[in-house]
C-alpha cells in the first residue's frame, strides 16, 4: 500500500517557514508586499484570490488588490501593471488568470517585471536554479522533498505538456538531475512509457486517466488533475483506488498538490522580496 504524501501538512510547514522568514524580513524594515490583480467578475477567480489573500494574510504578507471592471483595456493594464514594476514597495505582481477575452494574455504576463513575477509565468520554459518557477510545479518538487524522493537518476515521466505545468515540470525534474519524458495526445505505446516511470507526474485533465495497469510496483505518483465529478465530488486525474496499492508514494485529490500552489506562491513572493532588498 502506497504512503499517501499529505500536501496539506506540506503547505502548512511550508507557510509556517514563510512566516518565520517575514518575520525575519520585518525586523529589518522590509515588508514583503503581493500585488493581486483581477480583471472581471469571474466566480472561480474571485475565489482564488481571496485564498490568496487570505494565505498572505496568515503569514503577515501585505496584499494590495486592483480589482478591474471587465471593461478594462489591455492598454490600461499594462499601465497598472508598469506602475507596480517601478513601485519598490510592491515586491510580487500575480495578475489572476484567465482574463478577459479582449486582452492579450501573453502579452500582460510578458509586461510583468521578471524579478516580481512571483507566479513565476515569466520563466515557465527556459528557467535555471536561481529563477522563480510556477508554483505548481514548484509544488510537486517541495513534495517529493518533504518524503526525502530521491529524483536524481529516476525515470521520471510528466505526463501532459501544458506551459503552467507540463512544460516547466519536466524542466524542474531535468534541473534536480532526473531523466525525463514528456507525454501527451499525440504520445504512442503511452502504457509502455508510464510503466517504465520512478516517478510519474500526471497533469492532463481526464478524470481517473492513469490506472494500476499502466505503472509499475513502487512508483511515485503526483496526481495535479482536478476533476469534479456528477455529484459534485473532486477527483485526479489517477484512478487513486487501483493505483495506490502499487505505488510507493501517492498524492490524493483534494489535499495533495492543490494546497501547495498557494504555498509556494507565498515563498515566491518572499524570494523576490529579498532579492530586491539585495540589489537595493
Request: glycine content about 8%; aromatic content about 2%.
Amino acid at each position: 500500500m502506497g504512503k499517501i504524501i499529505n500536501g496539506r501538512k506540506v503547505a502548512k510547514d511550508v507557510l509556517n517557514r514563510v512566516k518565520e522568514q517575514t518575520a525575519f524580513l520585518k525586523e529589518r524594515g522590509i515588508s514583503p508586499c503581493l500585488a493581486v490583480i483581477i480583471v472581471g467578475e469571474d466566480p472561480a477567480s474571485l475565489v482564488y484570490v481571496k485564498n490568496k489573500q487570505a494565505a498572505c494574510e496568515k503569514v503577515g504578507i501585505i496584499s494590495r488588490r486592483f480589482s478591474l471592471p471587465e471593461s478594462t483595456t489591455e492598454e490600461e493594464l499594462i499601465l497598472l501593471i508598469k506602475k507596480l514594476n517601478a513601485d519598490s514597495s510592491v515586491h510580487g505582481i500575480l495578475c489572476q488568470l484567465p482574463l478577459p477575452r479582449h486582452i492579450n494574455e501573453k502579452s500582460i504576463l510578458r509586461a510583468i517585471d521578471e524579478g516580481k513575477d512571483v507566479d513565476g509565468f515569466s520563466a515557465r520554459i527556459g528557467f535555471d536554479r536561481n529563477d522563480i518557477a510556477p508554483c505548481t510545479p514548484q509544488g510537486v518538487i517541495e513534495l517529493l522533498a518533504s518524503e526525502n524522493i530521491d529524483i536524481k537518476g529516476k525515470n521520471c515521466v510528466v505526463l501532459g505538456r501544458s506551459n503552467i505545468v507540463g512544460k516547466p515540470m519536466a524542466l524542474l525534474l531535468l534541473l534536480n538531475d532526473g531523466t525525463v519524458t514528456v507525454c501527451h495526445s499525440k504520445t504512442k505505446n503511452l502504457i509502455d512509457i508510464t510503466r517504465r516511470a520512478d516517478i510519474l507526474v500526471v497533469a492532463i485533465g481526464k478524470p481517473r486517466f492513469i490506472t494500476g495497469d499502466m505503472v509499475k510496483n513502487g512508483v511515485t505518483v503526483i496526481d495535479v488533475g482536478i476533476n469534479r465529478n456528477a455529484d459534485g465530488s473532486l477527483c485526479g486525474d489517477v484512478d487513486f483506488d487501483s493505483v495506490e496499492p502499487k505505488a510507493e508514494y501517492i498524492t490524493k485529490v483534494p489535499g495533495g498538490v492543490g494546497p501547495m500552489t498557494i504555498a509556494m506562491l507565498m515563498q515566491n513572493t518572499i524570494v523576490a522580496a529579498m532579492r530586491s532588498n539585495a540589489q537595493n
